[in-house]
């Protein structure tokens, strides 16, 4: 019995440890969910839309992961290695204006397939993987996913993502930004993916 109550409380723990989704956005068929997590200084947010294209086609433009570093510049973000098969590792830089301190990060990007019709990108943070720049913060908290379902030859695309984005910026700053940000990755896979829909139409 003691047993029991321990399990209870634990599972109690848990279930406490993380508030439900909440829709903030749902625009040109994208919708973006924030929640709050216990002991994280930043919401967590969650990204989903639907593509008409094939997985696998997805699958190939997200390997090019620095374009989606919402508002990245050409040249600031790049492809640094391919650690194995599977996982590949990217750098981004984010401008910020002045007096706040731009930011960098190194994410590793971990393709899980689970079948044909399923995949999962793992994110996850290396701030070790190079030395850290002048003038620049790194980013060493990030954890998350891509999760990509087909059907139909269609692609649900979900991004789930939890970032600390270091130093002192205010929360209600970065939590807005949970909302901006996603919202223009999405918007350029979406232009990206029409784009490839008409070429293949046309054909």
């Not at 068929?29 to 997805?58: G, H, M």
């Not at 984010?94 to 399923?118: A, F, G, H, M, Q």
Request: with cysteine; glycine share 2%.
């Amino acid at each position: 019995m003691k047993k029991i109550f321990i399990l209870i409380a634990v599972f109690s723990v848990f279930s406490n440890a993380q508030t439900d989704w909440k829709l903030k956005k749902d625009s040109n068929e994208i919708k973006i969910f924030t929640r709050s997590l216990l002991n994280e200084s930043f919401d967590e947010y969650k990204a989903v839309t639907t593509v008409n294209v094939p997985i696998k086609k997805v699958v190939e433009e997200l390997l090019t992961a620095p374009e989606y570093f919402d508002e990245c510049k050409s040249g600031i973000s790049y492809y640094l290695k391919k650690k194995s098969e599977d996982e590949h590792l990217f750098y981004a830089r984010k401008d910020l204006p002045w007096p706040v301190k731009d930011r960098d990060i190194i994410t590793l990007l971990t393709v899980i397939k689970i079948n044909d019709y399923k995949y999962k990108l793992k994110l996850e943070s290396l701030p070790d993987a190079i030395p850290e720049k002048n003038k620049t913060l790194r980013v060493k908290k990030l954890m998350g996913f891509w999760l990509l379902e087909e059907k139909d030859r269609k692609t649900k695309i979900t991004q789930q993502l939890l970032v600390n984005p270091e130093g002192s910026l205010p929360k209600f700053v970065v939590n807005k930004l949970l909302i901006k940000g996603p919202f223009k990755t999405f918007s350029d896979l979406r232009e990206k993916f029409s784009d490839t829909t008409e070429l293949l139409l046309s054909k």
